[in-house]
């Protein structure tokens, strides 16, 4: 509905004003929140919503569960009863401090995202709703995890040389209990289906206690011992609770470990050898997996390069396990110094990507080095729908993945069947996306068109119909430090959604980026990486957030100075799929100027009609995915038109050799990039502005060259009895082949990557002396053998022909 339309903003008095903003408000937010939780802005504009609504604090929980979550506003009458129902489904009896502070317990769960629940203060009625968010147990907050002392001893315990005490400590004060529990739980994936079903269950389930009614020192050691009656749970987690509670009662406040290989508890067996008990699993395994489906033809290729890995963020994330910014401890991929995980699992499987790199930049691959890239069966961070084997966050990716590694190239030599299931999957078909971007006064287009358009309003950056994906701009005039408003303008928020994905937005507030879904702002004071509806949100700082949606498509916020930058990221999956301010994706520039209508604006168009051309892009109310949570965001944006005619920007300004900013701005403004700072400068008269303009020109700048394009010949084997000189593989680089002492090498003893994708030469060979000769032998006698059958075929064909007439024995003879 246009509201500017029916109610014209000059003639409305005060009251009536407000009467309409706070309509909007309502119906805005009803519409755009429909079937979502409560809204914060509802909350704070409207008292009676609290008695509906709630917050929670802490917002955050492992899904483990276990942890309090305090309701916030929520006060019991004196005979209340209060009750918490995750889901709809997990009931469960909430409690009360001894400051009358109500609590409810973060349940057991099996997925990530924000979690829903009901509070009753009668026992019967479910009135008040909030949520949570329930999170990834490498992602909760540290403080609250049971940690186990020598993880290399919990995980190889019984192999030899690791014996002795394991040892675990945990904060105490987060117990409120004198003695406590500490029990095992264990994790599998079972079939609870009719016979030849092949679906399967995740399980967690109490085993047994390792120490019952302890004192609550926070530390706590032992000896295990073999336990043959679950030595079939090998994988698990330790849970310590207040030692009144009932061991093994689930949903009740916890403490946990993270999840780890149950090497200590196997049964006899395994201790007495475990590197034949090992084979025998890995043997296992290998016959398991030649049974299960093919995953691996559906994964993405790695980047080629460990800057494209780092610069792609639309599609990689940084694996926390060996992360070069963390000194790069590589635990399971020696030799790589940084890896990066697909952020989106596969779309039959639910599989993960996984792409390691060495300290030259170089993807590491598995035909090379046992601490090469692998690909996993179920992917580390989970995917919809979660609950569901091999989807569940951590648990399916460790059952799939990381147990069978331990057999197979931690306690055994037979590394080699692992990798054969899990051989790394290379960069030859990895394309880089392209990046648009805005800030302040300036685009570049996805085809790498250069523009400055400075009008003020709310404007589509990027339409795709086909792909159903929209990412809008709202402008602002640009005021300075002093207050001092001038005639330019500049980007003060950005929303954006996908499909059915949760709508975020992301706005200026400050010195810092504030963050939007559904219109209820999000806090990353916990969390800096949050799993939404379709949609992921990384926050790295307050300064730097990245959106990123189920089709690979990433929107990168950063702020430099109190001035935000946005850059677009797509796949080539978008070509010819994008309009807007960023232009037709399609590597032909000339067409990026595309108006609605379909018409092109020459790229040597004056300011004037590029400003026209841009002004022809803004949205409308009813296509807005805008929040306008304040009487300044209805006034200026929701009530007038979506572009503000009556703004005009200064379209340029001459520099005077007199000018007081001149030296110093000169001087400033210097290489990729300079005419921009230069006209910011100029227009907005601060240095700031200008040098904020210069920092985002050269990060894109930065970014463009670590996307370039590589060109991947493919991995080559080292010959056996042989060696391989180099292991990179990229247009350029040259491989040597040598042979070990008392072989002659065979064929090529370089090959070069072309640019054409193909290597020069030919796969080389190691052989001894007697068995070149051999083979160059049989090679012979093989040669004259098939001369000799030759020369007897043409002979008896001769014969038949002379049999035949003349005329047609001339014409067989010329077909001949």
Not at 178 to 183: A, F, I, L, P, Q
Not at 273 to 287: I, N, T
């Amino acid at each position: 509905m246009n509201v500017y339309s029916v109610f014209p903003t000059q003639s409305m008095d005060s009251h009536m004003r407000e009467l309409l903003s706070f309509w909007i408000i309502l119906t805005f937010f009803s519409s755009k929140t429909s079937g979502l939780a409560c809204s914060s802005t509802l909350t704070n504009c409207c008292s009676d919503v609290n008695q509906s609504c709630f917050q929670v604090l802490p917002y955050s929980s492992s899904m483990l569960g276990g942890r309090a979550l305090r309701i916030l506003g929520l006060t019991l009458p004196p005979d209340g009863r209060l009750l918490c129902r995750f889901k709809g489904e997990i009931e469960q009896q909430g409690i009360i401090d001894e400051e009358g502070h109500p609590y409810c317990i973060a349940p057991l769960l099996y997925e990530t995202g924000w979690i829903s629940f009901d509070v009753s203060t009668d026992g019967t009625d479910f009135n008040r709703s909030g949520e949570y968010l329930s999170v990834h147990p490498s992602k909760a907050d540290p403080t609250f995890e049971v940690t186990l002392v020598n993880s290399t001893l919990w995980q190889n315990y019984g192999t030899p040389n690791m014996a002795g005490q394991l040892r675990m400590t945990w904060n105490s004060s987060l117990i409120k209990s004198e003695r406590v529990n500490v029990e095992l739980w264990g994790y599998r994936e079972v079939s609870r289906s009719p016979a030849g079903s092949s679906s399967l269950q995740a399980e967690i389930s109490y085993l047994y206690s390792l120490g019952r009614n302890i004192s609550n020192t926070g530390d706590f050691s032992f000896i295990p011992q073999p336990r043959e009656r679950f030595s079939t749970w090998e994988l698990g987690n330790i849970r310590i609770t207040a030692s009144p509670k009932s061991e093994g009662e689930r949903n009740v406040q916890s403490l946990w470990s993270g999840g780890h290989v149950l090497a200590w508890h196997l049964e006899q067996s395994f201790r007495d050898d475990s590197s034949a008990w090992a084979q025998r699993k890995c043997l296992q395994w290998d016959d398991l997996e030649r049974k299960l489906p093919d995953f691996l033809d559906e994964l993405i290729d790695c980047p080629c390069s460990l800057a494209q890995a780092r610069a792609d963020t639309g599609r990689f994330h940084t694996d926390y396990s060996c992360n070069i910014e963390m000194g790069s401890v590589c635990t399971y991929h020696p030799g790589s110094v940084h890896c990066v995980r697909a952020v989106q699992a596969s779309s039959s499987h639910g599989s993960g990507q996984q792409c390691c790199y060495d300290n030259t930049g170089a993807l590491v691959l598995t035909g090379d080095s046992v601490g090469g890239s692998t690909p996993d069966r179920a992917h580390v961070w989970g995917s919809p729908p979660y609950g569901e084997p091999p989807r569940v966050p951590g648990f399916s990716h460790w059952l799939y993945d990381v147990t069978s590694f331990c057999y197979c190239c931690l306690w055994s030599d037979l590394c080699h069947i692992y990798l054969n299931h899990r051989p790394s999957t290379g960069c030859r078909r990895y394309q880089p996306p392209k990046a648009g971007v805005f800030g302040n006064l300036h685009f570049i287009t996805f085809d790498g068109l250069s523009y400055t358009f400075s009008g003020r309003g709310e404007y589509y950056l990027l339409l795709s119909t086909d792909k159903n994906l929209s990412v809008q701009a709202r402008t602002e005039q640009l005021k300075l430090k002093n207050g001092t408003l001038v005639r330019a303008t500049q980007l003060s928020s950005v929303a954006m959604k996908e499909n059915s994905s949760d709508v975020i937005e992301v706005r200026t507030a400050g010195d810092h980026l504030q963050v939007l879904r559904n219109q209820k702002i999000l806090s990353f004071t916990e969390q800096r990486w949050m799993n939404l509806q379709g949609v992921f949100v990384f926050v790295p700082s307050p300064q730097n957030v990245t959106v990123i949606f189920s089709s690979g498509a990433a929107v990168e916020l950063r702020l430099y100075d109190a001035t935000m930058t946005a850059t677009v990221l797509l796949l080539v999956e978008f070509s010819n799929l994008t309009l807007g301010l960023l232009g037709r994706m399609n590597s032909d520039p000339s067409d990026d100027l595309m108006t609605r209508s379909g018409e092109v604006i020459s790229s040597n168009a004056t300011l004037e009609e590029i400003f026209t051309f841009g002004a022809g892009w803004n949205i409308s109310n009813m296509s807005s995915l805008f929040t306008y949570d304040s009487h300044y965001l209805l006034d200026s944006y929701f009530f007038p038109l979506s572009h503000d005619p009556a703004f005009v920007p200064a379209f340029s300004l001459p520099l005077k050799p007199d000018d007081p900013l001149a030296a110093d701005m000169l001087s400033m403004c210097l290489g990729e990039g300079a005419q921009f700072c230069i006209h910011d400068t100029l227009i907005s008269r601060s240095l700031a502005v200008g040098n904020a303009t210069l920092r985002a020109h050269q990060h894109h700048q930065a970014l463009m060259e670590a996307l370039k394009p590589v060109v991947s010949c493919g991995w080559l084997p080292t010959p056996r009895n042989g060696k391989k000189n180099g292991t990179h593989y990229l247009q350029g680089k040259t491989l040597g082949f040598t042979c070990n002492e008392g072989y002659i090498l065979y064929r090529s003893t370089e090959r070069t990557c072309l640019k054409e994708g193909t290597w020069t030469g030919e796969q080389p060979y190691c052989f001894t002396d007697d068995k070149v000769g051999f083979f160059l032998g049989a090679f012979g006698s093989f040669s004259a053998l098939v001369t000799m059958v030759i020369t007897i075929k043409l002979h008896n064909r001769k014969q038949t022909r002379e049999r035949k007439r003349e005329p047609l024995e001339m014409v067989t003879q010329t077909q001949t």
